[in-house]
């Protein structure tokens, strides 16, 4: 499998995603990347061509203004003509107690996390499979598995997100474009900060290790680290019955 | 904030029990980050400092772990700009790769940029290239009360002085230059030599300086008449193909030094069983071989946090620089009192420092002889013990090294570093540690 050597980054400024376009850019790649905040963009570019990147470009979205969201990927394509990855990383863990009372909260969780990138997947898989080339990554979550009562308004946008992904991929196969779904486990991480840090928490570094390695693979789904998959295995067969009873 | 209050030094002696830790995200943030706390400050990077210079118990450390971007690197040139939290390790991980390497390194990579200047640290090469600051082109400063200082030789250069080896009481460095060295290969061509006596070792040394960029010794003190001990010395070298002719060791990262050790481990006769075996490993006088400079310059990395080897009531290093005039009289007597106490020490590094001159008000290294030595802390009997080598090491205009330290006293923290005075007037009013309440304040 090809590594990209263009590639477009929403949530740069992730710890996920910096971890692991610090790997590219060993490589050589070039970057156009995207997130809220400029200065931390343009700190990123300093920090990533000095490891080797050979071309940053970036530009400022809001995952919930989707007019920005397609200004940055036509912008992208404009600059980079010849891009050959996507990776998509943004994303937003609310505190589910308030998504269960604020309409506008539950909705922005799911227009964050699902809608934002699925705007995204449309106009670069159209873009790719036109050139018949491409690698297209994209972080769901092992939450999009199975609704859980803690925490499925979050799960249910990861869990369309996997869904998106895994019908772009059937779709891409044919005209040579790969679509790799990541689901991180608990990672430590800014989004995770509140979190009491049990054995099962890993850092942002082991995901990207995981990542870099799928792309060279060619994986289509990947669990990271990958016990996830045995986890959510036992966990997605529990019948609905006695799951309904448990609380996780 | 993040409220993890026990925070260690490397030595986990003494113990502190700080208010909070605070973790700017960015350069932009370290200001409002100063501001949000009531209480004193001190800069902390990875903590590789023994004693209690990186400590501030009772009060609030500023992590720079978050500032660990580079900023700029020019090829030709060779001079890398980053924030003062990037680690050696990940310098050494981006350009070594690329055909350079660290100008001045310490026995860890686990180290930031602004704890290697913030106590001036000095490596295998001290007598052919100086600190680690003499290799530093500029920085920036900054106060509590937001004021920025550019810090070099040419602009506010009593600033640079004061911050270089300043222990972190001037300010917090937020970003470093610095010129890194070009090298053909990752590969270090190394020759150990048993040596017999004192004279022995500084023969070797005198005829080694010129022809190697790196030299340090190995010493046992336990040996009843003279010293013994390996004197390391190595290049970088030339072309990599020779490299790949016999590499006799490979980096890696062994593992993690699983909990505290009980202390039989550490009496006296399993250190000279220790030191034994070390010296007797090596049959031969000298030895020659190839090795990556990770076991070279690191050998104790690869064991991750080998410091509980010593177990929970944690260890003393003390290293002095004393100056040679005196034709090594002071570097005797101080072999022959550790000799006497039978206080062992797994690890007595000895070194002969250049004449560089060492740029800080607070630097530590000086021409002369540095040794390092580390006693787990059991016994009482090691401060006294310590404090009468202290006086001999006063007594010739020698100095302790602040970021060793954990109990010298303020008459031989002011009889080390005699422009403490001039330093004074530079400290951040907000800015304290637990290591400068003890022998500054
Ligand atoms: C195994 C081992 C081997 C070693 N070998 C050597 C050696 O060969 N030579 C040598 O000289 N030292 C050696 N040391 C000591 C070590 O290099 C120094 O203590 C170094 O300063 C530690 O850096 P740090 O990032 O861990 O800083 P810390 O220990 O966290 O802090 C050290 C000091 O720097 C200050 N500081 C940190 N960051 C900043 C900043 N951004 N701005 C202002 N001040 C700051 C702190 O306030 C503190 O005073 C060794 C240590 C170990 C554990
Ligand atoms: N941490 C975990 O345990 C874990 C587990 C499974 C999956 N994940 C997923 O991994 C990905 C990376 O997360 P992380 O853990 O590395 O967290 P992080 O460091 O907190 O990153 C969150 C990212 O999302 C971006 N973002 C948030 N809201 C946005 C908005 N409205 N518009 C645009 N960008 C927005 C942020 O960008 P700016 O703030 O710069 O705009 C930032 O880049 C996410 O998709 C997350 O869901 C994380």
């Known amino acids: 499998m090809l590594k990209p050597s263009k590639m477009l980054v929403f949530g740069a400024t992730s710890a996920i995603a910096y971890e692991t376009i610090k790997l590219f850019a060993k490589d050589g790649t070039s970057f156009y990347l995207c997130s809220r905040k400029e200065d931390e963009l343009k700190r990123l570019a300093d920090d990533l061509i000095v490891r080797g990147a050979k071309e940053v470009r970036f530009a400022t979205f809001n995952a919930l203004d989707v007019n920005s969201v ?35 909260s539950m909705r922005q969780v799911i227009d964050i996390n699902f809608t934002s990138a699925a705007t995204i997947l449309t106009i670069v898989a159209n873009y790719f499979e036109k050139r018949g080339t491409g690698t297209i990554i ?32 059937q779709r891409l196969s044919r005209a040579g474009v790969s679509v790799i779904t990541i689901k991180p486990g608990f990672v430590d991480t800014p989004m995770t900060v509140d979190f009491k840090k049990g054995i099962l928490f890993v850092g942002p570094e082991v995901i990207a290790r995981g990542i ?24 997605k067969h529990v019948p609905e019955m006695i799951f309904k009873k448990i609380k996780l | ?20 830790e605070i973790v700017p995200r960015s350069i932009d943030e370290v200001r409002n980050s100063m501001r949000s706390v009531d209480a004193s400050l001190l800069p902390r990077g990875m903590g590789r400092s023994y004693g209690d210079s990186c400590l501030n118990d009772g009060g609030y450390l500023l992590s720079t772990k978050r500032l660990d971007k580079f900023m700029h690197f020019a090829p030709d040139t060779g001079v890398l700009r980053c924030e003062s939290g990037v680690t050696l390790d990940e310098i050494l991980r981006v350009f070594v790769p690329q055909g350079w390497f660290l100008p001045v390194t310490p026995g860890t990579k686990y180290v930031t940029i602004g704890g290697a200047i913030a106590n001036d640290i000095h490596g295998k090469n001290h007598h052919r290239e100086g600190t680690f600051s003499n290799h530093v082109i500029r920085f920036e400063l900054e106060r509590s ?41 990752p590969y270090i061509e190394m020759e150990s030599i048993k040596f017999d006596s004192l004279d022995e070792f500084f023969q070797i040394s005198h005829s080694s300086g010129g022809l190697f960029e790196y ?15 390996l004197f390391m010395r190595g290049n970088h070298i030339d072309k990599e193909e020779k490299a790949e002719l016999k590499i006799t060791h490979k980096t890696s990262q062994w593992k993690t030094f699983p909990c505290d050790a009980p202390s039989y481990l550490l009496s006296t006769p399993s250190i000279k069983l220790f030191n034994f075996i070390y010296y007797n490993k090596q049959l031969n006088k000298i030895k020659k071989s190839i090795v990556h400079y990770d076991p070279f310059f690191y050998p104790l990395d690869s064991i991750n946090h080998w410091n509980r080897m010593y177990g929970k009531s944690g260890f003393l290093q003390w290293q002095c620089a004393v100056p040679v005039n005196d034709n090594y009289e002071a570097i005797r007597l101080i072999l022959r009192k550790i000799h006497k106490s039978g206080l062992g020490s797994f690890l007595v590094v000895f070194k002969e420092f250049g004449n560089h001159p060492s740029e800080g008000m607070l630097s530590f290294p000086m021409s002369g002889i540095t040794l390092a030595m580390d006693f787990p802390n059991r016994e009482k009997k090691i401060f006294s013990f310590l404090d009468r080598l202290d006086e001999v090491v006063v007594d010739v205009r020698g100095r302790i090294y602040p970021a060793k330290d954990a109990r010298m006293s303020r008459n031989t923290f002011r009889a080390s570093f005699p422009s403490v005075n001039e330093f004074t007037s530079y400290i951040d009013p907000k800015f304290s540690s637990s290591f400068y309440r003890r022998v500054g304040g």
């Open chain 2, 145 to 185: 009360d937001g004021t920025r200082f550019l810090c070099s030789r040419d602009e506010n250069r009593d600033w640079f002085r004061a911050t270089v080896g300043g222990i972190g009481l001037t300010g917090v460095i937020l970003w470093a230059e610095l010129k890194l060295r070009p090298i053909a290969g």
């Open chain 1, 138 to 169: 994209a972080v769901s979550s092992p939450g999009g598995d199975r609704g859980r009562q803690s925490n499925y308004v979050y799960g249910s946008a990861k869990g369309a997100l996997t869904v998106f992904l895994s019908g772009l991929r």
């Open chain 1, 212 to 235: 870099y390695k799928a792309v060279l693979k060619g994986k289509s789904e990947v669990y990271l680290p990958a016990y996830w998959r045995f986890i959510m295995m036992i966990i």
């Open chain 2, 1 to 20: 904030m993040q409220n993890d209050l026990t925070l260690e030094s490397w030595g986990r002696f003494p113990a502190a029990l700080h208010s909070g």
């Open chain 1, 70 to 104: 397609t200004e940055a990927v036509n912008d992208c394509l404009i600059k980079f003509p010849d891009l050959d990855g996507l990776f998509i990383a943004h994303g937003f863990l609310p505190d589910q107690k308030v998504c269960e009372t604020s309409i506008d």
């Open chain 2, 215 to 229: 030299t340090v010794s190995w010493l046992d003190c336990l040996s009843s008449n003279d010293v013994r001990g």
